[in-house]
């Protein structure tokens, strides 16, 4: 839904904040609500109430419309029936229509992640591996098995999984019985160094009484404490994280969930974290969301008190401000946000400085667990602090172990009206626990797109995204990508432009052919950042891959969260949301140092060029000069053989002197040839009449007759003789000479 009419704000409003775009799968809810306009003094108190519509957004986003009454109704009934839809084939990433952007199967890039953790990323996954089954690739501890290859031991579970070596996958599919959804316990990271490794699962299955037992569920888990090297302990400690607090664990117990016991895991620490269900995080979002949309700033700029013919920040009034202050805290979303950091953070130091390997479960294994896993590999993991690495890690985490983005967005995933290849569900096995009542409902029956109907709505993804954005935070220096990469994947997963976060788990997404069907969100920004190489604003300009090339480990006094201002703050405080305008400066500066760099370079290969050319032209007209002084003694010697001397000046003057052995005394005939500017050679006139009254001096001497008569002669051969030297040198290029002269009688 695009705003094209902004409201009409009285005069003298500044600063409008332009709304943009709003992605119809953003759209939360909305509703009619009514508002009683204030009387003038003029008016009577009987004034007509106003009704308006009220959009709240997925994204932070709460608009207010006013529309006129013939058009109310209309807009009202077009947005209940767009922001609805009954099928997945309704949304945008399908009836948009074929995309550029194609998708690789990711399955491919899951295998090519697998074998990177086992060490073997010198090989590459392939879809004839794939089909083949000839992914089962290993190292000394782990393996990959393709039990899970048809999705019918566990629904959720990738087609391909991580699990020791010692363990088979005969016991892998007894295992899975006791877990809830058949989730069992498996490899997502290893450490290449220490052997340690981050595992996932679901709850175990152990009842009320936490008397039920699985021998091969318990052998699995052990052998995830790999013996240390080069230690006298035998075995590495584990660590079990439930992220759920104790009373939620115990509770479970009853519907014959709960958690495991110290005394049946050997070696192990079971450890609580106390993060909520998807539930309190819901409503501790719509908090924050009603904190933003009251102390935020209104649609003209202005605090949002204003609107309401409240107090302001400006009054000095410190109870407002304590009480906004106690508002954000009552919202309990920083406070969560700083529970999945902490929980993160010590798994992290288990791994880094215990090498010890910790098993991590929830109730089902793809909300809080996914958090927690995602983040400590983040913390782990160099390789997942880039760009690609990012990437690979939402993919197999988030995508691949089934979290279900459908269900948390508020959007379909699979409906039962035929289109689809099969009626797919999310049921479990039969021994498999249904540990989460909220999941029931979304299990036979085709769900709702619209999140006020949706009891299984909540923002687990866009809180882990916060979450990293905090570490962003804390260390600038340490990611590739910066805040504006991560506000644009949120984009892109609310409004279901791709189909990379459709549906629930990996199944339903090969089932439905999203990747063939749908366009890779991925692809698309790989394109926008090769149009702009490193000056595009997804890259974080500060990145240092070495200041921080091993573990982040956060201290419990630095996990303290802050609002996320370039997502949360963007539409409520526009202006202060824009707490990036030293990043963006200095973005600006590097582009332009970028094109100086260009025009620099551009320069220095202009002068080089320049440069040698002139060390050619300085060699060619130092060959030309050679050779003219080669043709300038070969003339002279010419000249001289036939009784002449010629004479070159410094200033290009060449004067000739003709001798004759006959007479009684040598008589010297000067001949003058000047160089003129052009490079011609003239004749010098000055000379010529010297040279001629000599000549007349002469023939007024009859005993000198016959002289005269042989020096004609011998002139008019060395006439002949300077004219094929003067035709010669025409056909050089920088030098030309040309002798002729004439001996008046």
């Known amino acids: ?187 997502t990271w290893c450490d290449p160094e220490t052997g ?103 649609s003209d700029g202005r605090s949002s008190f204003l609107r309401h013919g409240g107090w302001t920040w400006g009054g000095g009034n410190l109870s407002s401000m304590s009480a906004s202050v106690s508002t954000l805290g009552d919202s309990g979303w920083l406070i969560h946000v700083q529970s999945v950091l902490a929980g993160s953070a010590w798994i992290a130091a288990r791994v880094a400085l215990e090498s010890a390997s910790v098993l991590v479960h929830c109730s089902d294994g793809w909300d809080r667990t996914t958090q927690l896993i995602s983040l400590a590999n983040l913390l782990l993991d160099p390789y997942y602090r880039t760009l690609t690495g990012f990437q690979a890690l939402i993919e197999k985490d988030w995508l691949a172990f089934g979290h279900p983005f459908a269900d948390r967005v508020g959007m379909p995933a699979v409906t039962g009206s035929g289109n689809t290849p099969s009626e797919l569900t999310r049921q479990a096995s039969a021994p498999v626990l249904q540990s989460s009542p909220s999941r029931h409902s979304s299990v036979s029956q085709a769900p709702t797109s619209h999140a006020q109907n949706s009891n299984d709505y909540s923002p687990i993804f866009l809180q882990w995204v916060d979450c990293v954005s905090q570490l962003l935070r804390m260390y600038p220096f340490a990611f590739e990508f910066s805040s504006a990469f991560l506000v644009d994947l949120l984009d ?97 500066m590097d582009v332009k140092f970028s094109e100086l760099q260009k025009e620099k370079e551009m320069a220095e290969r202009k002068a080089k060029e320049i440069a040698t050319l002139m060390e050619s032209l300085t060699a060619e007209l130092q060959n030309e000069k050679q050779r003219a002084s080669r043709e300038s003694d070969a003339i002279k010697r010419a000249v001289q053989s036939l009784g002449c001397k010629v004479h070159f000046s410094n200033s290009g003057d060449c004067a000739v002197d003709i001798e004759s052995s006959q007479f009684a005394s040598s008589q010297k005939l000067p001949y003058y040839l000047k160089r003129e500017a052009d490079g011609t050679m003239q004749r010098d006139e000055k000379s010529d009449l010297s040279f001629q009254s000599q000549l007349w001096q002469m023939t007024m001497l009859p005993s000198t007759q016959l002289a005269s008569d042989v020096m004609l002669d011998r002139g008019a051969a060395v006439a002949h003789r300077c004219a094929q030297v003067a035709s010669f040198q025409a056909t050089t290029r920088h030098l030309s000479f040309y002798i002729a002269y004439e001996i008046p009688y």
């Open 492 to 588: 892109s997963v609310l409004s279901c432009r791709f189909g990379n976060f459709l549906c629930n788990s990996e199944r339903e997404r090969q089932q439905c052919g999203v990747p063939d069907a749908c366009g890779c969100m991925w692809a698309y920004f790989a394109d926008l950042r090769a149009s702009q190489g490193s000056s595009h604003v997804h890259y974080n300009y500060f990145y240092d891959p070495l200041k921080h090339d091993g573990p982040l480990l956060p201290p419990a006094a630095a996990l303290a969260p802050t609002l996320w201002p370039q997502f949360h703050l963007r539409w409520a405080c526009p202006l202060e949301a824009q707490v990036g305008g030293v990043e963006a400066q200095f973005r600006q």
């Open 196 to 298: 340690a490794v981050l595992a996932r699962s679901s709850q175990p299955l152990v009842g009320l009484m936490m008397n039920m037992r699985s021998n091969t569920d318990e052998k699995i888990v052990a052998a995830l404490c790999t013996q240390l090297a080069g230690t006298t302990v035998k075995r590495r400690k584990l660590y079990i994280a439930d992220a759920r607090p104790r009373k939620n664990a115990l509770a479970n117990g009853a519907m014959g969930g709960g958690s495991e016991s110290s005394s049946h895991y050997s070696q192990s620490e079971i450890v609580f974290f106390g993060i909520d269900n998807i539930h309190a995080m819901r409503e501790s979002f719509a908090r924050l969301r009603d904190y933003l949309n009251t102390h935020g700033a209104s």
């Open 1 to 187: 839904m695009e705003e094209k009419n902004l409201p009409r704000f009285r005069e003298g409003t500044r600063n409008v904040i332009a709304l943009g775009t709003i992605p119809l799968a953003t759209i939360e809810k909305f509703t009619e609500i009514v508002v009683k306009n204030q009387p003038t003094p003029r008016q009577s108190e009987k004034t007509p109430s106003r009704q308006l519509l009220q959009v709240i957004g997925k994204d932070m986003r709460t608009i207010v419309f006013g529309f006129r009454p013939e058009t109310r109704e209309a807009i009202f009934d077009a947005l209940s029936r767009c922001t609805k839809p009954t099928s997945l084939w309704d949304l945008y990433a399908f009836v948009s229509g074929p995309s550029k952007f194609g998708n690789t199967n990711p399955k491919v890039r899951l295998l090519n992640e697998y074998l990177r953790l086992l060490g073997k990323g010198s090989s590459r996954a392939s879809m004839n591996m794939i089909e083949d089954g000839s992914f089962t690739f290993s190292n000394d501890f782990w393996r990959i098995s393709s039990i899970n290859s048809s999705y019918i031991m566990c629904q959720s579970y990738p087609f391909a999984l991580m699990v020791p070596k010692s363990i088979t996958d005969e016991e892998v599919l007894q295992a899975s019985n006791f877990r809830a959804r058949g989730r069992l316990p498996v490899v």
